[in-house]
């Protein structure tokens, strides 16, 4: 009971505080805006990044082509092979003999269809395959190469050019952007550090006398680290306010994917909600952590 | 019984002065005592261990069972909820009622509204002030101030009151009233008083223990002392 009363007290005083220097807060309270947009633009982008690059990463197929000298002991062999290697999903690996090949590219194209017509099984110049899906596709080279290395395996293919650029593409990109990150948070720390700074010099009377009358340190701290948090609150509800309006008005503008339909954005319920609250909650923290550095720096008790 | 109890208590301050040379000293509950000396004689260093807002470099310090010497910075306020501290420039909030300011002391501890009410006009009724709740500071006279300041110091009803100079700033009369207020607690309440003053008109007027201190040394405790002019 005392300890609502007290904290009902920190947050009322906190709260005057904000709007006693108005000028002040709103630089902390802009800055944690702008930080936050910048937060939250990256948390969508990435969240959408990987999961299409799970999408594209389940489709990714490795082809290992058999040499046709191949007996049938041989092909079993290169399937045991393969089942022991472990980036390699044990239920995705299919076999597929010449004639299979054949048949499939024959009902694919009616050129094909012309062409392999009068091939019979000794003309055959096409080679048994494996399809294989994998695990992990950042590994997919140095799985493609222990494949290699099997015997009578010919040759091994997969999109490697593309998928390898593409994720080493999108790695950089979160790099780039976590360290824009961090370096707007810091500085969003070091202006509300300032801003509760001022307001603890701005308070120092009031301070001493509640020290002097016999208030615990936890009652004199607590405002100000409320305060703080406080700023960090107000800072996020612009971003909140553009997250919940502008992901959904993009994502009908876009029809719900990016360049082709294979590339699909998240749909905006329930994800614009989980990203508000990511927001507010690292705006709150932020805000947090700026006003307790701030009270054990500059409200030494 | 000893509520203040200090023995062989030495201070040097960061830059070497000494303020207080080995003091020993019992003040005895419910007693009005004051502390006179000349300028720079350690008063004021004397009040200041005692609220524990300084350290003693050597010696021990008791005061209403706590062992001030040791007490840990987080652990300073259990000792001010046990005093009332009184200074000369009266230390109120410029922007704050005459109500708020004696109130403030109550809510930062946590009192209740009800509670808050009941002891602080209560506290103003004693010093006088109850016609004056809603007035700021800087529309009283100083000692009205004053008198408000001993309200906010008393409100939690303090084992022991501690004033520093309190009627440094006023007129005579007014440093009458004052006195006449600080004996009107002790005796009611049994509130343990300490006064440092310059006051000798009062101090020879009020026949209490009078402490005397000379450069840092205790040189005289006598129990219905007076302002004697060779030791300050
Ligand atoms: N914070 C401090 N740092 C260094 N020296 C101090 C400090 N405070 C007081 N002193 C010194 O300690 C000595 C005693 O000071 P103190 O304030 O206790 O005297 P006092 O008896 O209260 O004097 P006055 O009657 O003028 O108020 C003085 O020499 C003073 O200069
Ligand atoms: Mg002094």
Redesign the interface.
Known sequence: M??L??LG?SIRDAFKSVFRNFSLSLASISCITITLIIVAISIMASYNVSNFTEEIEKDLTIVAFVENSATKEEIENIKNELKNISNINQKEIKYESKSQVKQEMQTQSEIFNTVMEGWDEEDNPLKDTFQIKVKNAEEISKTAKQIEKIEKIAIVRYGEGMVDKLITAFDSIKKVTYGTVIALILVTIFLIINTIKLTIYSRK??I??????????F??KTPFIIEGMFLGLLGSLIPIGMIIFGYPALYDRMNGYVFTPLVNLISPTPFVYTVSLMIMIIGIIVGMIGSSSAVRKYLK? | MDIIRLKNVKKQYKNGTTAIYDLSLNIEKGSFVFIIGGSGSGKSTLMKMLYREEKPTKGQIIVGGLNVAKLRNSKVYKLRRKLGIVFQDYRLLPKQTVYENVAFAMEVIGATKQETRVKVLKALEIVGLKNKVHSYPDQLSGGEQQRVAIARAIVNNPKMLLCDEPTGNLDPEMSIEIMKIIEKINKDWGTTVLVVTHDKEIVNKMKKQVITLKEGRLVNNKAKGTYDNENA
């Open positions: 005392k300890m009363r007290m007290r009377r009031e001493s006398i509640m020290r002097l009358v016999g208030a615990s340190n009652t004199i008790v």
